[in-house]
C-alpha cells in the first residue's frame, strides 16, 4: 500500500504545480483565487517536506478563500491523513470529488485512500470513474493502483485485469509491469513471468527483488546460464542485500556453492 499512497501524493503534488498563477505584478493586490493558489501551493510545499501541521493552515486558508478549489481539498486530506485524522481526510477526498467530479486525480487520490483501509468496494468506483474520463492524462496510475487493491483485497481476476489495462495503455509502465511478473511467479507461470520480467527489465533497472526472481524463474525453466547472469548482476549490483543472502541459500540447496 506503500506504492499506492505515493501514487496520490506524486499526482496531487502534479496538479498542485499545474495551478501555480503568475504574480501580480506592481502594486495591485492579489485577487481572492490568486491568494487560495499560492496558499495551496505553500502547503503543498510543507507536505513535500514532511510537516502536514504546517500544511494544514495553508490549505485551511485556501479554502477559506476559495471553498471550491479542489485540489486544496485533495490536498488537505492527504495532510489529514498523514496525521492519522482519517474522518476529516475522508471529509475532504470527498469534498473534492463533488467540485470537481471530472477531477481525475481527485478521483484516484480519493480511491487510494479507501483501498488502503480496506474498503476495495467503495474505491472501485472511484478508480473506474478516474480511467473513464478521456482527458486524464496518467490513467496507468490509476488502473496500476485499482489493481494493487483489488489484489490486497484478494480478487486477483479484478487485479490482473486492471494491470493488462495500465499496460494496454502505457506497455512499458514499470508498476504495472512488475506486479504482473509477481502475479505471475507466485502462480508459478515461470513462462509467462520470464516474459514480464524481460519487459521490465527493458523499462528499468531490476532491483535486487526482481534479480533474485530472475534467478528462480530461470532455474525453473532449466536455463543455468541466464540464472548466473542474474545472479552474477544481482552480487556485484546489491552486495549488502537481504536477497544476496537467500541467493546464497538457494544455491547452497541446490547443491552449489
Given at each position: 500500500?506503500?506504492v499506492?499512497?505515493?501514487?496520490a501524493?506524486?499526482?496531487?503534488?502534479?496538479?498542485?504545480q499545474?495551478?501555480v498563477?503568475?504574480?501580480?505584478?506592481?502594486?495591485?493586490?492579489p485577487?481572492e483565487?490568486?491568494?487560495?493558489?499560492?496558499?495551496?501551493n505553500?502547503?503543498a510545499?510543507y507536505l513535500r517536506?514532511?510537516?502536514?501541521?504546517?500544511a494544514?493552515?495553508?490549505l485551511?486558508?485556501a479554502?477559506?478563500?476559495n471553498?471550491?478549489?479542489?485540489?486544496?481539498?485533495t490536498?488537505?486530506?492527504i495532510?489529514y491523513?498523514q496525521?492519522g485524522?482519517?474522518?476529516?481526510?475522508?471529509?475532504?477526498y470527498k469534498?473534492?470529488?463533488?467540485i470537481?467530479p471530472?477531477n481525475?486525480s481527485?478521483?484516484n487520490?480519493?480511491?487510494v485512500?479507501?483501498?488502503?483501509?480496506?474498503?476495495?468496494?467503495?474505491a472501485?468506483?472511484?478508480?473506474?470513474?478516474a480511467?473513464?474520463n478521456?482527458?486524464?492524462?496518467t490513467?496507468?496510475?490509476?488502473?496500476?493502483n485499482a489493481g494493487?487493491?483489488?489484489?490486497k483485497?484478494?480478487?486477483?481476476?479484478k487485479?490482473e485485469?486492471?494491470?493488462?489495462?495500465?499496460l494496454?495503455?502505457?506497455?512499458?509502465?514499470?508498476?504495472?509491469?512488475s506486479?504482473?511478473?509477481?502475479m505471475?511467479?507466485?502462480?508459478r507461470?515461470?513462462?509467462?513471468?520470464?516474459?514480464f520480467?524481460q519487459?521490465?527489465m527493458d523499462?528499468k533497472?531490476p532491483t535486487?527483488k526482481?534479480?533474485l526472481?530472475?534467478?528462480?524463474?530461470?532455474?525453473q525453466?532449466?536455463?543455468?546460464?541466464?540464472?548466473?547472469?542474474c545472479a552474477?548482476?544481482?552480487?556485484?549490483g546489491?552486495p549488502?542485500?537481504?536477497?544476496?543472502?537467500?541467493l546464497?541459500?538457494l544455491q547452497?540447496?541446490?547443491?552449489?556453492q
Open positions: 500500500m506503500i499506492l499512497r505515493t501514487m501524493l506524486l499526482a496531487v503534488f502534479g496538479m498542485v499545474a495551478c498563477t503568475e504574480t501580480t505584478k506592481g502594486d495591485k493586490p485577487t483565487a490568486e491568494a487560495a493558489v499560492a496558499n495551496m505553500l502547503g510545499g517536506q514532511g510537516r502536514p501541521d504546517l494544514i493552515e495553508r485551511q486558508r479554502i477559506e478563500l471553498p471550491r478549489l479542489a485540489d486544496a481539498h490536498t488537505l486530506a495532510a491523513d496525521l485524522s482519517l474522518e476529516d481526510a475522508e471529509t475532504h469534498r473534492a470529488t463533488q470537481e471530472e481525475s481527485a478521483a487520490s480519493y480511491a485512500f479507501l483501498c488502503r483501509n480496506n474498503r476495495w468496494k467503495d472501485e468506483p472511484y478508480f473506474k470513474h480511467v473513464d478521456l482527458k486524464y492524462a490513467p496507468e496510475v490509476s488502473y496500476t494493487v487493491c483489488a489484489l483485497a484478494g480478487d486477483r481476476a487485479a485485469e486492471n494491470f493488462r489495462a495500465a494496454t495503455r502505457v506497455p512499458t509502465y514499470p508498476e504495472a509491469l506486479n504482473m511478473l509477481e505471475s511467479y507466485s502462480d507461470n515461470y513462462l509467462q513471468a520470464r516474459a520480467l519487459r521490465y523499462a533497472e535486487a526482481v534479480l526472481m530472475c534467478v528462480n524463474i530461470e532455474q525453466l532449466g536455463n543455468r546460464d541466464a540464472a548466473n547472469r552474477s548482476q544481482l552480487r556485484e546489491f549488502s542485500s537481504p536477497e544476496v543472502q537467500q546464497q541459500e547452497q540447496s541446490n547443491g552449489r
